[in-house]
């Protein structure tokens, strides 16, 4: 079953951007089921199954990521608690990764009922300042041999069937510094909190929904120095393209503005560029409802951020399922229902039988 995986996998550290020992593990564990995997320049592991006969025709590629969001000091101990693990990253995105080793390893033998190619990824930089790193470079060099895309990320009953698009920057305050007594030079942390409260004051649409987050701010050395550099990330989203253009714009010149009225140099970095949209989904869902019915399971619509993203400027079909039941995701004490991977393990390999099947694809 998927358990037999998932704590191998989630003890295994996986930060954004050192995703490299978990990766090593996966393709250890696809390889020991006997299939062939390859590494690409950005670190995705990859398996293509292809039976005879099914050459030429457009594949359906499932990805989960590999990378958490805690960084590599974190405790990822793995522990039990009433029929659930609980641990950093155990669900987000762990489970999924296991549910899917588990695929491969059912699926053994049994490829020549595949009607098209099936390929299976463990991606990179799926979250925080990774970007869509992984999915954006697969989906970039691979389109033409794809036919749809799945994202395996999430809760079961979810389908992510539209993008939110995402723009993320780093905006960095540069000044002379100083002594707080003896010197008068402008201050980097100033600048910062003029560009902060600007930043929240500016008119969001309520509909379509569209957010701002400053997530991280820093900046100084001491109480009795004037601050020489100060810095903060900035976070916009939106589901509509044009409304986040137009937010993305009036950000950058708040940022702009902070800078020069408090007298201190800019440096800004645009460090996240996820596309958002419609991931045309209608070719999958009759298949994604029809596989959860048969796990007695509803599915909720949902619009979100995730890999599927990066099928948007490709015209792919694309949608994001989850395949297990947890909660507190991003926390260390993120928890995933054991009894949920084996109807998870159901749910996507009917999907994957269902999609083979459908006329669409």
Excluded: C
């Excluded at 990378?67 to 659930?84: I, K, N, P, Y």
């Excluded at 595949?114 to 389109?143: C, F, M, Q, S, T």
């Excluded at 926390?331 to 099947?357: C, H, I, K, M, N």
């Amino acid at each position: 079953m998927p358990l037999s995986y998932l704590t191998r996998i989630a003890q295994t550290p996986a930060p954004t951007f050192a995703e490299g020992r978990r990766a090593d593990l996966i393709a250890d564990l696809w390889t020991e089921l006997g299939y062939v995997t390859e590494r690409d320049e950005v670190g995705n592991v990859l398996t293509r199954l292809t039976p005879p006969g099914t050459e030429g025709r457009p594949a359906l590629l499932l990805a989960a990521h590999l990378d958490t969001v805690f960084d590599a000091g974190t405790d990822v101990t793995v522990r039990e608690e009433g029929g659930r693990l609980v641990g950093p990253g155990v669900g987000d995105n762990s489970a999924s990764l296991a549910v899917v080793t588990a695929l491969l390893r059912d699926l053994r033998g049994q490829t020549g009922a595949l009607r098209r190619p099936l390929w299976i990824a463990a991606n990179v930089g799926e979250e925080g300042l990774g970007d869509l790193r992984g999915a954006k470079y697969l989906l970039g060099r691979h389109r033409p041999q794809l036919g749809a895309f799945i994202a395996v990320d999430g809760y079961l009953g979810v389908a992510v069937t539209r993008g939110v698009g995402v723009r993320r920057y780093r905006a960095a305050f540069v000044g002379p510094g100083g002594h707080s007594w003896g010197d008068q030079a402008p201050s980097a942390l100033h600048a910062l909190g003029r560009a902060i409260s600007a930043l929240y004051a500016l008119h969001l649409p309520a509909s379509p929904r569209t957010t701002l987050n400053v997530g991280v701010a820093s900046g100084g050395t001491s109480v009795n120095s004037i601050a020489g550099t100060a810095e903060l990330l900035l976070d916009l989203r939106s589901l509509d393209a044009k409304v986040l253009a137009d937010l993305d714009t009036r950000a950058v010149g708040v940022l702009h503005a902070a800078a020069r009225e408090a007298g201190v140099q800019l440096q800004l970095e645009r460090v996240g560029d996820r596309p958002g949209g419609d991931l045309q989904s209608g070719a999958l869902l009759g298949a994604v409802r029809d596989a959860a019915r048969e796990i007695r399971t509803d599915i909720r619509l949902a619009s979100s951020s995730t890999d599927a993203n990066a099928a948007v400027p490709h015209g792919l079909p694309a949608v994001a399922v989850g395949v297990y039941r947890g909660g507190n995701a991003h926390r260390t004490d993120e928890w995933v229902q054991a009894s949920s991977l084996a109807p998870g393990l159901r749910f996507l390999r009917r999907l994957v039988d269902l999609y083979q099947r459908s006329p669409a694809a």
